[in-house]
């Protein structure tokens, strides 16, 4: 068992069934949420063989590879999971405190067109603990005394974060608790390429995250070219169950809207996209687009990318242009991992 996964409850009722005061259950948490490896942590000696004879392990990420910008001091992180599996995060510095961009799964199958996660399909969903990880490790390596490393989290990394509901949810209630890292609800952005039914139930649950979708187009013809998702639920039921989210949880949402060179950069699509989004509490985030090779996409360049968020302003939207971070250590999301993996792919066929 992955000790990760599991909330102080259930680390507790796990210390009592192995017949150890329930006393150890907070200096086993408090270990876990600091990073600490079991044999690190402040247990008694028989606690930690138990453990081990039960086949139970932390189950958190470590840092295989770590880059920093010297732009901006973005840390960029390739992190390995115990099955050998590589994800990735990025951390990034603002005024206001440090984001961290998690993953929620070993690569995505979701196929978005622009996006390199996606590029050889979905390996596997990541457990609650091992989301929980890439932050604990964030924050080891980012400790500074008194304060927290990790102070905002977006689930914008590799996979779809509503693709692994049940996992995400209790990684969401895991960082949020009050003995663990207690990052609140309201610090946290999920975003999302429009799984129309898991944006109903999670707007249920009221956490008072913040949701955004992955929009990139205003019109179905053209979403559909870009984002296999819009085959399954077109643009009015993913429009409707953002309304939804907005009038459940009383939450702003944010549309993310990736500038593709003439394609969805035009005055027809801003038209388009004011018509689409009119009456709801929303924010756009326009993105110059990242360039992937196989995809053949280009980002527009940035008078185009000017004039559209131009276009969107003198038509009363909130529109923000998404600062680019860590330029010089593989850009977007999906990058390193791709270039790491296409790298050991390459030492493997040289060594056979």
């Given amino acids: 068992m992955r000790l990760l996964n599991l909330s102080l409850d259930e680390i507790e009722q796990l210390v009592i069934s192995l017949d150890e005061p329930k006393y150890r259950a907070k200096q086993l948490y408090s270990g876990l949420q600091a990073g600490k490896e079991i044999e690190e942590i402040n247990i008694s000696k028989e606690l930690k063989q138990k453990l081990a004879l039960n086949g139970h392990t932390v189950g958190g990420v470590t840092i295989h590879q770590k880059l920093i910008s010297k732009i901006d001091g973005t840390i960029k992180y390739l992190y390995q999971l115990e099955d050998g599996n590589i994800i990735e995060g990025v951390l990034m510095h603002y005024k206001h405190g440090s984001t961290l961009c998690v993953s929620t799964q070993v690569g995505c199958r979701m196929h978005c067109a622009f996006c390199a996660s996606t590029i050889g399909g979905l390996v596997r969903h990541l457990e609650s603990g091992e989301i929980l990880g890439q932050v604990i490790a964030a924050n080891r390596d980012n400790y500074k005394e008194n304060s927290r490393g990790v102070t905002n989290i977006v689930l914008m990394g590799s996979g779809e974060p509503l693709d692994n509901y049940d996992n995400v949810l209790k990684f969401l209630k895991l960082v949020s608790c009050e003995n663990g890292l207690n990052i609140s609800m309201r610090n ?40 296999p998702v819009s085959k399954a639920y077109n643009l009015k039921e993913t429009i409707d169950a953002m309304h939804y989210y907005v009038k459940n949880t009383g939450r702003r949402v944010v549309f993310e809207y990736a500038l593709i060179d003439q394609f969805n950069d035009t005055k027809e699509c801003a038209v388009k996209l004011k ?38 302003e003198d038509q009363g ?8 971070m860590g330029a010089d250590i593989s850009g977007a999301c999906g990058q390193l991992r791709r270039s790491y993996l296409k790298k050991e792919d390459a030492d493997w066929n040289t060594s056979v």
């Fill in 275 to 312: 018509q689409l989004v009119k009456g709801m509490q929303c924010h756009i985030n326009l993105i110059p687009l990242n360039s992937v090779d196989e995809s053949g996409l280009k980002g527009s360049k940035t008078d185009r990318v000017n004039a559209f968020k131009k276009m969107l």
């Fill in 317 to 324: 939207l909130s529109v923000t242009i998404r600062r680019e």
């Fill in 188 to 227: 946290i952005s999920l975003s999302t390429c429009g799984l129309v039914d898991k944006i109903y139930q999670l707007a249920k649950e009221k956490l008072g995250i913040t949701l955004s979708l992955s929009l990139h187009a205003p019109t179905d013809e053209k979403r559909k070219e870009i984002m």
